[in-house]
């Protein structure tokens, strides 16, 4: 199963805005709208922060958004903190090849 | 508290087999279809195996099928992962999860690690 691609790193200072992309095939991220968005700190689990594309769990700050367009998938962080400084992994529902995660994007917070 | 918990992790040589148990607590665990995620060191995460909440279907990735095999126990709020035929690609921390809503989860374990070499 290959992986969803995502740009390795991504930066942005305090305060500004910054989109990660993952982009898969028609038969994922197009195919379906079963796009998650996870954070994860050094050591620890995952965090779910985006499910379906664009809803958040409860208790995930509203900073934190999703879209979807065509076969991309799109997280964006606005009003950079510093503890949002993490690696982020996207996922989609992938059919019978069942569940396939990007390769992740380190986001640093200058 | 909602949680999962791994434990039976270890270090294994090539071609043996280890089992990996999650016990989950604070929600009704035959509620939901439970899966193992896993991730090498460095490396990002990898879907391994989903099972569904009665046990009828199970779904691997294609690097594992034919040598893992997810399982569970309902009256003992348990998940397993029975890892045989092992290999160095298989080293990885290894997580259970609970999908709080379709294909994505919302509640992890803290991983075990498992570690193939000899």
């Known amino acids: 199963q290959s992986a969803l691609t995502q740009p390795p790193s991504a930066s942005g200072s305090p305060g500004q805005s910054v989109t990660i992309s993952c982009t898969g095939t028609?038969?994922?991220?197009?195919?379906?709208?079963?796009v998650s968005w996870y954070q994860q700190h050094p050591g620890k689990a995952p965090k779910l922060m985006i499910y379906e594309v664009s809803k958040r769990p409860s208790g995930v700050p509203d900073r934190f958004s999703g879209s979807k367009s065509g076969n991309t998938a799109s997280l964006t962080v606005s009003g950079l903190q510093a503890e949002d400084e993490a690696d982020y992994y996207c996922?989609?529902?992938?059919?019978?090849?069942?569940?396939?995660f990007g390769g992740g994007t380190k986001l640093t917070v200058l | 508290e909602v949680q999962l918990v791994e434990s039976g992790g270890g270090l294994v040589q090539p071609g043996g087999s280890l089992r990996l148990s999650c016990v989950g607590s604070g929600f009704t665990f035959s509620g939901y279809w439970m899966t193992w995620v896993r991730q090498a060191p460095g490396k990002g995460l990898e879907w391994v195996a989903t099972?569904?909440?009665?046990?009828?279907?199970?779904y691997y990735v294609d690097s594992v099928k034919g040598r893992f095999s997810i399982s569970g126990d309902n009256a003992k709020n348990s998940l397993y992962l029975q890892m045989n035929s092992l290999r160095a690609d298989d080293t990885a921390v290894y997580y259970c999860?609970?999908?709080?809503?379709?294909?994505?989860?919302?509640?992890w374990g803290q991983g075990t690690m498992v570690t193939v070499s000899s």
């Open positions: 996922s989609s529902f992938a059919g019978s090849r069942g569940l396939i």
């Open positions: 999860a609970r999908p709080g809503y379709y294909h994505a989860f919302d509640i």
């Open positions: 028609s038969s994922d991220v197009g195919g379906y709208n079963y």
């Open positions: 099972i569904k909440q009665d046990g009828s279907e199970k």
